[in-house]
Every structure is written in C-alpha cells, then in structure tokens.
C-alpha cells in the first residue's frame, strides 16, 4: 500500500486501516514524507492513524522520513493494536529538513506518539518531542540563552525508531541483539558519524515478543542503507519486489 504523506500545516487528518487474518500488508509513501509551514500559523498539522491486526497477520509500515520545513509543526499520533498473533515493524523517523535549502533542525516543533498494544494491554509507549525554545535561563548567575534543536542535536540529521512486535518479526529482532552483543565497545573523543542499539521490551505478563531498535547518522543514506539492509530477512514475507520499494 502506498500513500503520500506530504502535508501543509493546519492539516488534520485521521485515519483507521484494518488488517485481516493472515494478511500481509506492506505501506511506504512515494516521496519524503514532508510538513510544510505557513507564517503565523498557530495551529499544527496533525496526523493520527489507527491499525487493528488480527492473528497472524503481519504489518510492515515502512515510510520514508519526516522533514519538516522552516517554521513548520507537525503531530502524530498512531496506535496499532495487535492480537497475540499478529506482527508488526513500525519504522518511525525524521531528518533534520532541507538541508539544500539551508534549513537545519529549523521546525518549530515535532511531536510522535507511537503505541502497540497487544491483546488488549499496551506493550509499547514511545514519544519524541523536539521543540525550539528560544527563553533565556533566569536562575543563573549569568543568564543563558537555551540551546537551538540544532544545537542539540548536531551533527546528526536523521533519527529513526523501530518498533517490531510479533512472532512473525522475531527472528530479525535476534539477528540485531545478536549484533548488538558482537560490538566491541570503545572510548573516543570524537563523535560517531553513526549509532545504533537494539533493546527487548518487557513482557508485563505478555507473551508475544517486542523489540525496539533505534538508530542515528550524520548523513540520512546511511541510516536508509543500514535500515534496508537490516530489515532485509522480511522480504520472505513480502516478496523481493514489494520489499524494493521500501527504501528509495
């Protein structure tokens, strides 16, 4: 399933996808998924999606990345609810904008709410919300100014999570802890163009396996390449040629 995701600020849109028993479903937009800005505008965009899958069904929503434009705001709420069967790879993430254009981190505020429940009970709660604060510190000796988002998050560009939930998924979930645990660690003073780390989710009494894979790069490519070869194994499910289209 492919769709567009670019929007303009002031946009509201809502959405509700069922996924069938032993249905496989692969969704990725046809273009960089981008929030627009217009000047003065107090209202955000704001997208919400709700996914229901049933047993044995596997959902791989693989977009390409938010970048917000200069000024821009821009909210998401999605929530995949899961029967104890079902199966999930969520892959959320966002650069740092048009960086052609100069723009770097420039959006005023990015907010991505992320929610997996499964057989009722919620096993996943994942938030990110960057937002430019321009106030200046009172309460020091010398007043500070409060660092920009790109000040912050320098000298990344993309940050992405994956969430992956499901028998179906497993199995590439361990392939990556099994990497994670082969990395030799080091010290370095300087700073890795690129980082990645893998982390189970607690059960809370849940049977079914959950995973949270988090990755971030100095270039946007590399992320994208990484991810693509990472989440390769699920092309068994989808086919060579739906999985192709996933990461362009």
Not at 176 to 195: D, E, G, I, K
Not at 210 to 231: C, D, F, I, P
Request: proline share 5%; hydrophobic share 40%.
């Amino acid at each position: 399933m492919e769709y567009d995701r670019r929007l303009a600020n002031n946009f509201d849109s809502s959405s509700t996808i069922p996924l069938n028993q032993d249905d496989t479903s692969t969704t990725y937009t046809n273009g960089t998924s981008s929030n627009s800005s217009t000047p003065n505008s107090p209202s955000p965009t704001v997208q919400r999606m709700s996914v229901k899958i049933a047993d044995n069904a596997l959902l791989l929503l693989l977009v390409d990345p938010v970048t917000c434009f200069r000024d821009a705001s821009y909210t998401q709420h999605q929530i995949f609810h899961l029967e104890p069967s079902a199966s999930l790879i969520l892959l959320d993430w966002i650069t740092a904008g048009r960086i052609s254009r100069g723009e770097e981190w420039d959006f005023a505020r990015y907010h991505s709410i992320n929610e997996v429940w499964v057989a009722g009970k919620r096993r996943g709660r994942d938030v990110l919300l960057l937002e430019q604060n321009e106030q200046v510190e009172p309460d020091t000796p010398i007043p500070l100014r409060a660092r920009s988002l790109k000040e912050s998050l320098a000298p990344y560009t993309c940050y992405a999570t994956v969430m992956m939930f499901g028998p179906l998924v497993k199995d590439i979930a361990l392939n990556l802890v099994r990497m994670q645990s082969n990395l030799v660690q080091m010290q370095s003073q300087a700073t890795p163009s690129f980082m990645w780390s893998i982390s189970e989710v607690q059960h809370g009494g849940c049977s079914a396996p959950g995973w949270v894979l988090r990755v971030v790069g100095v270039e946007r490519e590399k992320v994208r390449n990484w991810l693509r070869e990472a989440m390769r194994a699920i092309e068994r499910a989808v086919g060579k040629e739906v999985y192709s289209k996933a990461f362009v």
